[in-house]
């Protein structure tokens, strides 16, 4: 049974199923793992991490039962949470369809990445930012966005270990500008959103590449050295010339949280500005929804899930909101269960509800094997989701159905 339980109530033997943290704040890198030396323990304490899940078919249980919180009920509050955004009517914006928009996402990601990669690398040496090459690259991502944002949205979860550095940052400006359109920013806002996504995480090209990249358990010490990117990346981006002051708040703040926690300046509530209070959200969701080598990633519905359980102190709850609306609560690349018995993929999010997607169906539980794949509105369909699944225990490779 998993139970949620106090770090100060952890004993030996206990099987930690999960830290209760962001994922950013996560000195361990895997979650599960068998509680048997101090040091770990003493980590959780270093960190300030305050609960852990723990599995106790797995490990020790815990004798403690006043601060003991069961997986259903936190997940009831979860749905709860996640249902009230869900009955808010999706902001309706005109886009061209998918399959269009899809093939020229596809060169326009290609042609960017490159960039990033050199971009990237020119930082590495101390080059200044080249303003007029990010800029160049960021309307090509805008006007994806703005013409149909599941398509990029849809390719950049598909990072690779090898692309990773530079596809998150196209990810998170992505996502800003995502996000920027859904609370009807105008288009310079967008853009300048999109810039800042691209240049936030501009302080880890500053630190020692082993630490940035490193695949084992941070210390205490590398674990700051890598906090210190916020900082950096400012103090080098105030060097470039052009920068805005919206670039440079994010890069400087979006590791802030709500309830003051986060760094660099232990910022709170509307201390932080309302962009890097964007960023945060869309920093952690790219971070933790991408396929990476170190840290095998959540599905897209369940990242969003962690985050709703981490919202609490760490993000803007409006902000939030409008951020779940802008990649559905079934976000492109879910595996689902419709009515009809099939499992179908999510390709598209609709203006009628959050929680009725365009999906391509393509394989039938009753009789186990796949079915010609069929794109179903679900907005006009009979057709319902009755689950979410998990893609690991089917073994599909789903982004190569959406996308095939
Ligand atoms: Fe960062
Ligand atoms: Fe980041």
Redesign the pocket.
Known sequence: MLKKIQVRDLVMGMYIHEVCCSWMDNPFWHNSFLLTNKKDLGTFFDHRIKEVWIDTRKGVDTCNKTKIVLLEEENRQIDSTLAKIADQQPTFVQKVSLSEELVKAQQILSNITKDAVIAFEGTRKGHPVNIEQLAGMVDQLKGSILRNPDAILGLVRQKSATNYDYI?LVG?SSLMMALGRQLDYDNETIKELGMAGFL??IGKSLLPNQIVHKTGKLTLEEFNLLKTHTQKGWEFLKLSKGISDIALDVCLHHHECIDGTGYPDQLAGDKIGTYARMASIC?VYD?ISSNRCYNSSWEPAESLRKMTEWKKGKFDDDIFGAFVKTIGIYPSGTLVKLKSGRLAVVVEQTETSLLKPIVKAFFSTSTKVHVFPELIDLSRSSDTIIAKEDPKSWGFDLMKIAYA
């Open positions: 998150h998170v936030l995480d920093d971070a």
